[in-house]
């Protein structure tokens, strides 16, 4: 488990991290309970590119000094992005997808296959990863069809990029179940989640 380095800008964090970390919270909470809503969410944290705003929000409000991160390679290559989240999170950073509680994806379109990551066990279900990916939008890319708790009948979002295959990634994923991974998507000013009990099917092109 690597460590972060601290001699960057450490500018850009929540001006009131109570109140930016509970307004986040209510965010994700409610997106995690209603898949396919989106939820604002206000630039509360400057970032060094190239985490974004939204996503450095979420992660600043989820991560701790207890919670292991992963960082794909574009996010892990940048020494700005290493040092401003151990500034202003601490959570140790690790290289292996299993030991992550938390990770970060910029290029979701390049991401490992989802099975990489900690999936829980039946008895502890919750020690899984969540996934916090950097989406472009959450409403212009190839439309899902949702089901599952939470949904009173359907719901659409159409996230863009997606990892790759990921109609697929996401079948075995909820299959599954009760182990498995939950995603946050992240886009400018907005986020939507995936927990591991919804349904999705792609519509066709």
């Not at 939820?39 to 409000?61: D, G, H, R, Y």
């Not at 989820?62 to 892990?76: A, G, Q």
């Not at 997808?97 to 390049?110: I, K, N, Q, R, T």
């Amino acid at each position: 488990m690597g460590g972060f380095l601290t001699s960057t800008p450490i500018e850009g964090g929540f001006q009131n991290p109570p109140m930016a970390a509970q307004a986040v919270f209510r965010a994700v909470m409610t997106a995690m309970a209603r898949p396919g809503t989106v939820q604002a969410v206000a630039s509360l944290a400057q970032p060094p590119a190239p985490l974004t705003p939204t996503a450095a929000a979420v992660a600043l409000m989820l991560c701790d000094h207890d919670t292991p991160l992963w960082l794909d390679p574009r996010l892990d290559t940048s020494t700005d992005v290493r040092g401003w989240l151990g500034f202003h999170c601490g959570a140790p950073l690790t290289t292996i997808p299993a030991d992550a509680h938390f990770a970060l994806v910029s290029s979701p379109g390049e991401l490992i296959a989802l099975e990489n990551f900690a999936q829980g066990s039946q008895e502890y279900p919750d020690r899984s990863t969540t996934l916090i990916l950097q989406v472009d939008t959450l409403t212009k890319g190839r439309a899902l069809h949702l089901e599952g708790p939470g949904i009173e009948t359907s719901a659409t979002l159409a996230p863009f990029p997606l990892p790759r295959h990921f109609a697929a990634q996401w079948q075995q994923n909820r299959a599954r179940f009760p182990r498995g991974v939950d995603l946050i998507l992240t886009a400018p000013g907005a986020i939507a989640c995936l927990p591991r009990t919804t349904r999705i099917f792609e519509t066709e092109a």
